[in-house]
C-alpha cells in the first residue's frame, strides 16, 4: 500500500461504503444532531425542490428537534446572485442554501462553504452516487455539497413516430430505426421523422434542445465533450479555436434546420408543453421531464416515448458520449452559521438512501432526480420515472459531465451563451462568436487569475467522466 | 420694496425648511451606498478577497475599461434607442387621451380608471402575459392575421431584429397612463381666460390648441417627457423576464450590463463605474431640461405680466 499518498488525494477517493446498512448511518445522524443541540433552521431554496424534502424535514424535526421551515424562495436559476451576497456580507443569517452545485468553486472561492467531510466521517457516511457523481460536491479533495437532484440530461424519441414511420425509414436507410448514436445522426432522424417543410404545418418540430440566450450552452458543453474537447488547455488557456470546439459550434448551429423558428426565446415553460403535447419529435431534456411525460393527468403523450443515452460523437477517432448536470441542486452550508453543524446533519438526512429515495420519487414534484445506486433499484422510483426511464438516467449518469467547474462559473456561462446565440439569430457569424469566445474567455481568465484557476483544473478534470460510454 | 425683499427672504427660508430635512435623509440612506459605490468605481475589488479594504487603487482605470467597452456602448445606444421611441410613443398616446379626457363628461370617471389600469400593472405580470400573448402564433398575431386579412407570423420575441421594439411596445402600454396624468393635470391647469377671450374673437378650436394652449404646456410637456425619459432608461424587470439581455444582444439595455457585471460576473468595480457614467449622463440631461424649463417659465411670467 502507498503511504506516500496525500491528504488531499485521500479525501478525493470515493467514500467506501460501511458494512451495517444504511438505517446505521440514519441513526448515527440523529445522534450526532442530537447532541449538537436544536435550532430552528433557515435556507435559500426554491420551494418547487422543498416541496418533496418536507415531509423528511418533519420527521428530522421529531427525531431531533431541529427545524426547516423557514426558507427564502428563490429560483436556483436566479438563486446565485443571493448566495453570492450572504457570503460577501459573511452573514450567518441562513444555514443551508439549495443552489446548482457547479457554483461550488466560486462559492468556496468566496470562503462560505462548509466543509462536510469531518462530519461525514464522524457519521460514516458515504453518497453512494451512480458514476462519478459524487466528484460534483467535490472542490480542492474537499466535499462541501449533498446532492438531492441527479440532474442530467436524457435522450428523449417521441418513438410513436418513429413507428409509424419505421418501414419507410428502412426504404430509404436500408436499415430499421434503433437508436441515434452520434450528434449527425440525431440531425438525420429529426429531418427524416420531423420533416422541416412540414413542421409549420403540422406544428411538430424535430428538435426539443432549448436554443434561448439563458441555456443555450448547457447543449453545447455535450457536443464539445463528446468529440473530446475541453474548454482549456493544461496552462488555463481557452481552446475555443479548437477543432473539438469549432465542431461543436458547427453541430450546434446544424440544429438550426429542424428547430421551431422562436427556440431563441424558449425556456423550459415554453418547451415542456410542447414535449408532454406531442409536438417536438426529439432531443435531450432534464430527467425530471420524464414523469411529467410519463403522467396521464397532464401529459398527451403517455406511453409513446423512449429514453436513452444522448447522442455521443466520433469525432475524436472514437466514439465519446457525454451528458451534462446542469443545473445540479444540491445543499450547500454556510460557513459563517452558527448553527452549521445541525445544517450539515440535516444536508447527509436528506440524502441518506432511505430520505432521498422519498425526494426522487415524488411523482408531482419533480425536480429532483434519481442519482444514488439505490435509487436505480428502487421501486418507488420506478413507478414515476418507468423502468426505461430509470435505465436512461443511469446510463446518462455515468457519461454527465459539468459545464464548466471553476470559480467564474456564471460568467464563462454567459459569455458563452451569449455569442451563441447571437450567431445562432444570425447578429455574428459562427466565426466571429467562436473568436469572440475565446476572446473574452481569456479575460475572465486574466481578471480572475491564471494561477487560481490552473490549480482547480484538477477538481474540473476529476468531475469529468472517467468512461467514454456507460456500462 | 422692502416687503418685497421680506418676502422673498421668507421664501427662500420656507424652500431651504422643506428640501433640507429630505436632501438630509437621502444622504442618510443613499450616502453609505454611493460612497461605497465611488470607492469601488477607483478600486479593483474581487469578491474573492476577504474584505472591501482590500480592494486595489486603480486610479481611473477602471472608468476608462468602461468607456473602452464596446459592449457599453452598444448597450448606452440601446437604452437612449430604447428611452427616445418609447418616451415619444407614451407621450403622444398620454397626451392624446389627456386632450379626450381633461372637459367632463358622462362616465368620464369610468375611461380614467380603464386608461390608468397599465400603470397600476406589475410589470413582471406584463412581461409574463405579452410573452403569452406575442407567440408567432398567439392572439397578437391572429388579431394582425384578421385585420390584414392574411397570415402574420411575425416574431415578437425571437427576431432579433425587433426584440427591442416589443420592450418598446410593452413599455408604451405600461406607462402612457404616466403621461396621460401628468398632460390631464396641465390642461385642467391652464387659466381659462385667454382661451375664452381667442373663442369670443373667433379662433378656431386647432388654432387654439396651437397658438395658445400648446405653448402654455411647454413646461409640463418638457416635465413629462424628461420624467418618462429618465424611467424609460432604467427599465429592466420586462427586457429581464422576456429576453435576459437577448436573443443574441439586441435587449442588452444599460441595466441587463450593469445587472450581468454585477450578479453574472461579480465584477462589481466595474459595474459602479459603469453606473457613474450612466448617473453622469442622466444629471447632464436633468440639467438641460431644468435650463429649458427655467427659460419656459420665464418666457410664461413674462407673457403674463403682459
Known amino acids: ?471 | 420694496m422692502a416687503r418685497s425683499l421680506i418676502m422673498q427672504q421668507r421664501r427662500k427660508r420656507y424652500q431651504k425648511m422643506v428640501l433640507l430635512p429630505l436632501i438630509g435623509s437621502m444622504l442618510l440612506i443613499l450616502g453609505p451606498a454611493l460612497f461605497l459605490q465611488l470607492y469601488l468605481s477607483f478600486n479593483f475589488y474581487s469578491i474573492y478577497s476577504s474584505g472591501w479594504w482590500e480592494a486595489e487603487w486603480y486610479a481611473l482605470d477602471i472608468f476608462i475599461d468602461v468607456l473602452k467597452d464596446t459592449r457599453f456602448h452598444a448597450s448606452i445606444f440601446r437604452s437612449l434607442l430604447f428611452a427616445t421611441i418609447s418616451t415619444i410613443g407614451c407621450f403622444f398616446i398620454g397626451f392624446g387621451l389627456a386632450l379626450l379626457m381633461y372637459r367632463n363628461f358622462r362616465l368620464q370617471w369610468f375611461y380614467y380608471i380603464i386608461f390608468i389600469i397599465p400603470m397600476l400593472t406589475v410589470p413582471i405580470v406584463i412581461a409574463y402575459t405579452a410573452e403569452m400573448i406575442l407567440y408567432q402564433k398567439g392572439p397578437l398575431n391572429g388579431i394582425l392575421s384578421m385585420i390584414f386579412d392574411r397570415e402574420m407570423m411575425i416574431m415578437w420575441i425571437t427576431n432579433p431584429d425587433i426584440a427591442l421594439f416589443t420592450v418598446m411596445l410593452m413599455e408604451i402600454w405600461n406607462w402612457t397612463p404616466f403621461s396621460f396624468i401628468i398632460m390631464m393635470a396641465g390642461l385642467a391647469s391652464l387659466p381659462k381666460e385667454p382661451v375664452e377671450a381667442a373663442q369670443i374673437l373667433g379662433a378656431s378650436r386647432l388654432k387654439i390648441f396651437f397658438e395658445i394652449q400648446l405653448p402654455l404646456l411647454r413646461p409640463i410637456i418638457i416635465l413629462a417627457l424628461v420624467l418618462r425619459f429618465l424611467e424609460s432608461m432604467a427599465e429592466f424587470p420586462k427586457t429581464w423576464a422576456i429576453f435576459q439581455g437577448g436573443p443574441g444582444t439586441s435587449t442588452e439595455t444599460i441595466p441587463v450590463y450593469i445587472y450581468l457585471n454585477t450578479w453574472y460576473y461579480f465584477d462589481w468595480s466595474k459595474a459602479a463605474a459603469m453606473s457613474y457614467i450612466v448617473m453622469f449622463l442622466m444629471v447632464v440631461i436633468i440639467l438641460g431640461a431644468i435650463k429649458i424649463l427655467q427659460k419656459e417659465n420665464k418666457r410664461i411670467n413674462q407673457y403674463q405680466s403682459n
Request: aromatic letters at 12%; one cysteine or more.
Open chain 1, 1 to 471: 500500500m502507498n503511504t506516500a499518498i496525500s491528504t488531499t488525494a485521500l479525501m478525493a477517493l470515493p467514500k467506501m461504503a460501511t458494512a451495517g446498512g444504511h438505517s446505521n448511518v440514519n441513526q448515527k445522524i440523529i445522534e450526532a444532531a442530537k447532541s449538537a443541540g436544536t435550532a430552528d433552521l433557515k435556507g435559500i431554496i426554491w420551494a418547487l425542490y422543498y416541496s418533496p424534502m418536507q415531509a423528511s424535514c418533519e420527521k428530522f424535526a421529531e427525531l431531533t428537534g431541529t427545524n426547516f421551515k423557514d426558507i427564502k424562495d428563490i429560483s436556483i436559476f436566479v438563486a446565485p446572485p443571493a448566495v453570492v451576497a450572504e457570503g460577501v456580507a459573511k452573514s450567518p443569517e441562513f444555514d443551508l442554501f439549495h443552489i446548482n452545485s457547479n457554483m461550488i468553486p466560486t462559492l468556496a472561492s468566496i470562503g462560505m462553504l462548509e466543509e462536510l467531510d469531518p462530519y461525514m466521517d464522524e457519521v460514516g457516511f458515504e453518497y453512494n452516487a451512480v458514476g462519478t457523481f459524487d466528484t460534483f460536491m467535490k472542490y480542492k479533495g474537499a466535499t462541501y455539497g449533498m446532492p438531492t437532484d441527479g440532474n442530467v440530461h436524457t435522450q428523449y424519441i417521441h418513438w410513436a413516430t418513429v413507428e409509424k414511420n419505421a418501414s419507410a425509414y428502412e426504404d430509404k436507410f436500408g436499415k430499421s430505426p434503433t437508436w441515434p448514436g452520434t450528434w449527425e445522426e440525431e440531425i438525420e432522424w429529426m429531418n427524416f421523422f420531423a420533416p422541416p417543410s412540414k413542421a409549420s404545418e403540422n406544428d411538430y418540430y424535430g428538435s426539443m434542445n432549448l436554443r434561448n440566450r439563458a441555456n443555450g450552452a448547457t447543449w453545447w458543453f455535450m457536443q464539445l465533450y463528446s468529440a473530446g474537447g475541453f474548454t482549456f488547455d493544461d496552462d488555463m488557456n481557452p481552446t475555443m479555436t479548437s477543432d473539438e470546439a469549432v465542431y461543436a459550434w458547427e453541430t450546434y448551429m446544424k440544429y438550426k434546420e429542424v428547430s421551431h423558428p422562436e427556440a431563441p426565446g424558449w425556456g423550459t415553460p415554453q418547451m415542456i408543453p410542447r414535449m408532454t403535447g406531442g409536438k417536438v419529435f426529439s432531443g435531450q431534456y432534464w430527467d425530471g421531464i420524464i414523469p411529467q411525460c410519463e403522467n396521464p393527468e397532464i401529459s398527451k403523450t403517455l406511453g409513446e416515448w423512449k429514453y436513452g443515452l444522448v447522442p455521443g460523437s466520433d469525432f475524436s477517432g472514437k466514439r465519446i458520449y457525454r451528458s451534462i448536470s446542469d443545473p445540479l441542486g444540491a445543499l450547500l452550508v454556510n460557513k459563517h452559521s452558527p448553527r452549521k453543524a445541525l445544517a450539515a446533519y440535516l444536508a447527509m438526512w436528506l440524502t441518506t438512501e432511505s430520505e432521498s429515495e422519498a425526494i426522487v420519487a415524488d411523482p408531482k414534484n419533480t425536480f429532483h432526480d434519481p442519482w444514488a445506486k439505490s435509487h436505480m433499484t428502487s421501486d418507488m422510483v420506478a413507478k414515476s420515472y418507468t423502468s426505461s426511464g430509470v435505465a436512461s438516467i443511469q446510463q446518462n449518469l455515468q457519461v454527465a459531465s459539468p459545464p464548466i467547474y471553476l470559480t467564474g462559473y456564471m460568467e464563462f456561462t454567459d459569455i458563452l451563451n451569449k455569442n451563441l446565440s447571437e450567431a445562432y439569430v444570425g447578429s455574428i457569424s459562427v466565426s466571429e462568436g467562436i473568436k469572440k469566445t475565446q476572446e473574452e474567455f481569456g479575460n475572465i481568465v486574466k481578471k480572475t487569475g491564471k494561477r487560481k484557476l490552473k490549480a482547480e483544473l484538477e477538481s474540473y478534470k476529476a468531475v469529468m467522466p472517467t468512461v467514454d460510454m456507460p456500462a
